[in-house]
C-alpha cells in the first residue's frame, strides 16, 4: 500500500483554557506590539527620539493634561455606546454593518431640530425633540434592512451597508443646503445645546460618560436576564430550534433592529448636543466599524467590552501625540500602528482557542516528516506491518494473472430414511405399538 505522508503542521482546538491564561497571553501580545511599534517608529523617526520617549508620548497623548484624560473617557463612552447597539443584533448573527449611517442619521435629525427650532421654542422643548428625533432616526435607519431581511431573506451585511452611503450623502445634501457658499462645512450651532455639569471639558464630558455607564447596565442586563436576551440568543443559535418553541423569529429580528438603531441615533444625539454641536460626514469617525472589533474582541460581553474600547482610544489618542512628537506629518502613520497592535492583539486570539503541531522526527541525524497509514495510522508515524494476500486469489499457471478458488459446497448431514408406510403423524405411534409386543 503507499505510504501517505502527512502534513508539516495539523492545527486541533485546545480545551478550555484558564481565564488567568487567556488574559496573560493577551497581555504578552500587546507587550510586544508596543515594544515593536516603538521601535519601528524611534528607528524612522525624522527627529532624535529615542526608545522610551515613544512610550512617554503615547501615554502622554492619552494621560498628559485634564482635558485629554477626559476626552480618553468621553470618546471611549461614544464607541462603546455604538459596539452595545451592535452586539444586540450580533447575538442574533445579524451582522448589521450599518452602525455608521445609523449614527449619521441621528446627527442629522439632531441638527435639524437645532437649525430650525433652536431660539425659537423653548430650550427644554428642543432638547425633547431633538432626543426624540435622533432615536426614531437611527431606528428608521436601522429597521429598513432588518424587514428585508425578515421578508425576502436578504443579505443584510451589503443592505446595511449600502445604506452607509446613502446617510453620508443626505448629511452632505442638507449642509450644502443650510450652507450653500461656506465651504461644505458646517459651524457651531449655537441655540438649544445641551446643558453640562460643570465648566471645562469635565463638564462637557461627564453626560455622556454618564449615558454609557447607563446604557452598558441596561444591555448587560437585557441580554442575561431577560426573555427577549434569551430569544436573541436561540435565534443566533438556531432558528429552526426557536421556531420550534414558539418564538417568531420575523418579529424577534425587527424588534432588536429597531432597539439596535435607538442606541445608534443616541450617540448622534449626544454627538451633536453635547459634543460637537454640528454635523458633518466625518463626524462619526467609523465608529460603526471599530464598535464591530470591539463586540468580537470582547466575546459580545458589555463588560469586556469596556475595556476594549478603552483600550482602542488610548492607543489613537497616544499615537497621534506620538506621530506629533516624533516629527510626522501623516496621520496614516498612526493608523498604520494603531492596526500592527490589533494585529498582534487578534492573532493571539487564535493561539487561544487553536492549537498548531509540527510533525517531524529524527532519522539519520536529520529531520524528517513523519509518514503515516491515513487515519489508522499511530501517533508515532510507523508504518503497520503489510497484510498477507487474500486467501482466495491463487495464482494461475502460465501468466501473472490471479484466478477466484472456486467455493466449496458445503456438505449436508445424513437424513434417517421415513418408511413409505408411515408418512402421516400416526405412523410412530403405531410403530412404537409392534416394537413393544
Not at 422643548?125 to 431633538?130: G, N, P, T
Not at 492549537?355 to 513523519?370: A, S
Request: hydrophobic fraction near 45%.
Amino acid at each position: 500500500m503507499e505510504r501517505v505522508k502527512e502534513p508539516l503542521i495539523h492545527i486541533t482546538k485546545r480545551e478550555p483554557m484558564p481565564l488567568w491564561k487567556s488574559l496573560l497571553i493577551r497581555f504578552g501580545a500587546v507587550v510586544i506590539a508596543l515594544v515593536v511599534s516603538a521601535i519601528f517608529i524611534s528607528a524612522s523617526s525624522p527627529r532624535d527620539r529615542g526608545f522610551f520617549d515613544y512610550f512617554g508620548s503615547l501615554f502622554s497623548g492619552a494621560f498628559g493634561t485634564e482635558r485629554r484624560f477626559w476626552l480618553l473617557l468621553q470618546n471611549t463612552a461614544l464607541l462603546l455606546c455604538v459596539a452595545l447597539a451592535l452586539v444586540v443584533a450580533f447575538k442574533m448573527k445579524f451582522w448589521n454593518l450599518g452602525g455608521n449611517g445609523q449614527v449619521l442619521m441621528g446627527c442629522l435629525a439632531c441638527a435639524m431640530c437645532m437649525y430650525y427650532l433652536g431660539g425659537k421654542w423653548p430650550d427644554p422643548a428642543v432638547w425633547l425633540l431633538m432626543f426624540v428625533a435622533s432615536l426614531l432616526a437611527g431606528a428608521v435607519w436601522a429597521v429598513i434592512p432588518a424587514i428585508f431581511k425578515a421578508f425576502f431573506n436578504t443579505n443584510e451585511s451589503l443592505f446595511t451597508l449600502m445604506m452607509n452611503y446613502v446617510a453620508l450623502c443626505l448629511v452632505e445634501f442638507f449642509i450644502a443646503h443650510w450652507y450653500p457658499t461656506g465651504t461644505g462645512a458646517m459651524p457651531p450651532l449655537t441655540d438649544a445645546n445641551l446643558p453640562t455639569f460643570g465648566p471645562g471639558q469635565a463638564g462637557r464630558s461627564l453626560p455622556v460618560i454618564l449615558v454609557a455607564v447607563i446604557v452598558t447596565a441596561l444591555i448587560y442586563c437585557y441580554l442575561r436576564f431577560s426573555k427577549h436576551g434569551y430569544e436573541i440568543s436561540l435565534i443566533g443559535d438556531s432558528k429552526n430550534t426557536a421556531r420550534y418553541a414558539g418564538i417568531n423569529v420575523k418579529k424577534v429580528v425587527i424588534r432588536t433592529l429597531i432597539f439596535s438603531g435607538l442606541l445608534c441615533g443616541l450617540v448622534g444625539f449626544l454627538l451633536v448636543g453635547s459634543v460637537n454641536h454640528m454635523v458633518s460626514s466625518s463626524m462619526d469617525g467609523n465608529m460603526g466599524f471599530t464598535g464591530i472589533m470591539v463586540a468580537w474582541m470582547g466575546k459580545f460581553d458589555p463588560l469586556i467590552m469596556s475595556g476594549i474600547s478603552f483600550f482602542i482610544i488610548f492607543l489613537e489618542r497616544g499615537m497621534a501625540q506620538v506621530c506629533t512628537d516624533f516629527g510626522f506629518t501623516s496621520e496614516a502613520l498612526s493608523d498604520i500602528v494603531v492596526g500592527l497592535i490589533y494585529f498582534f492583539f487578534i492573532g493571539c486570539e487564535f493561539f487561544i482557542v487553536y492549537k498548531v503541531h509540527f510533525n517531524f522526527r529524527k532519522r539519520h541525524g536529520r529531520k524528517e516528516p513523519e509518514f503515516s497509514m491515513g487515519a489508522g495510522a499511530e501517533q508515532g508515524g510507523t508504518q503497520p506491518p503489510a497484510l498477507p494476500p487474500e486467501p482466495d486469489a491463487l495464482p494461475a499457471e502460465g501468466n501473472g494473472q490471479t484466478e477466484q478458488a472456486p467455493e466449496a459446497v458445503p456438505e449436508l448431514p445424513d437424513l434417517p430414511e421415513t418408511p413409505p408406510g408411515n408418512k402421516k403423524a400416526g405412523g410412530r405411534k403405531q410403530r412404537t405399538k409392534k416394537e413393544e409386543n
